[in-house]
């Protein structure tokens, strides 16, 4: 478990470094390597600005989109949305610090 922190750290720290603007997360369900986000955006081209983004990290990988579906908040149209990907675990990161 000590070993792992660093890792999850810098996971959640990529996550943030891929949101675009105008996406919101609700949800972030971690099962071993596997990481499924849950969230709403204000189009679905914002969804596949974050998908693309994801493909780009170094420790994220394979953005496969489950769910998206479009709802009405108070007047403005919004993109729900479920999707899973997998952390990669690269020598270094995008800095060039290595893996702990």
């Known amino acids: 478990l000590q070993a792992s922190r660093p890792l999850i ?3 959640f720290d990529e996550i943030v470094n891929t949101l675009p603007e105008g996406v919101y ?3 972030v369900t971690q099962t071993g390597d596997s990481l499924q986000i849950t969230g ?4 679905n081209a914002r969804v596949s600005s974050l998908m693309r ?5 170094a420790w994220l990988t394979t953005p496969k989109l ?4 479009s709802a009405d908040n108070s007047g403005r ?3 729900r949305f479920t999707l899973t990907l997998k952390q990669a675990s690269p020598q270094s990161g995008k800095d060039g610090e290595p893996m702990s």
Request: proline content about 0%; overall charge neutral.
């Open 9 to 11: 750290v810098r996971i």
């Open 53 to 57: 983004n994801i493909e780009k990290s």
């Open 77 to 79: 149209r919004i993109a």
């Open 66 to 69: 489950q769910i998206i579906e």
């Open 25 to 27: 997360l609700t949800a």
């Open 40 to 43: 709403v955006a204000e189009s």
